[in-house]
């Protein structure tokens, strides 16, 4: 853990919380004191989610959230504020990996959804937690990111193109922000032992699929990326793609020196 962060008495909006990266981020800004607020379709799941981080002592709510809608969305930001009276971090973290095909052979309904998660959803949660953060003068934006969106992989066109949007608005949004105390910052952490992973695993349609279980992060090591760029250190990455793949990243969030590949 970052011995010098203290998040007592502010908030976080996870969105795509119940599990993998999102859980583990959750449980991260929580043990550093925030109040977070789960936010993910599965309800159920979340909501267990949240009473576990409860039950260790620690402030969590849940809500129903589906990213692709920004009215959904929104909802969720009012429900933080109504809980907790602010928004101080966004972490916009919702994600797919399907459809797992070549262009060729990939379900269009199936690609329009992964388009509307990975893109349009960065959308929604920026749209809808900039003018609360402008209203208090102050907040940090968290998108997460993948080296995909500078790559090219087959059977990804999906969540390459998505990825590259996303860091675009992650850059634009920072421009308009710059004159604000609002920070927009992407994260790239590599690949990551997540259930996503394991789909891409089994895919075995680019060499992604084939890395050893080894070489992937575990979850909370993003979340500890994620506490970072929260901070007051995370300032100086704003407008950018924070990387975990590099020793200079992890060394940043005092996180051991495991090579990370690409993801």
Known sequence: ML?????????????GASQGIGLATAKTLASYGATVILAARTIDKTEQAASDIRNSGLKAFAIKCDVTDYVSVNEAVEFTIEQTGRLDFMINNAG??????????????IWGQAADI????VYHGMRAAIPKMLNQNGGTIINMSSGAANS???GWSHYCSGKAAAKKLTE???????????KVIGLSPGTVATPMMEKIRDAKINPVSNLDWNVHIPPHWVGEGVAFL????????AGTDFSLKT?????RVGLPHKDAPDG
């Not at 797919?96 to 052979?105: C, F, G």
């Not at 929260?230 to 990455?237: K, L, P, R, Y």
């Open 230 to 237: 929260c901070g007051e250190d995370g300032a100086e990455f």
């Open 3 to 15: 011995q010098s962060l203290n998040f007592s008495g502010q908030s976080a909006l996870i969105i």
């Open 172 to 182: 634009v949004a920072h421009k308009e922000l710059s004159d604000t105390n609002i």
């Open 152 to 154: 090219a992989l087959v």
């Open 118 to 121: 990975n893109y349009k959803g």
């Open 96 to 109: 797919t990996i399907e459809p797992l095909s070549t262009l060729v052979d990939s379900d269009p309904k």
């Open 247 to 251: 020793k200079e990243g992890r060394l």
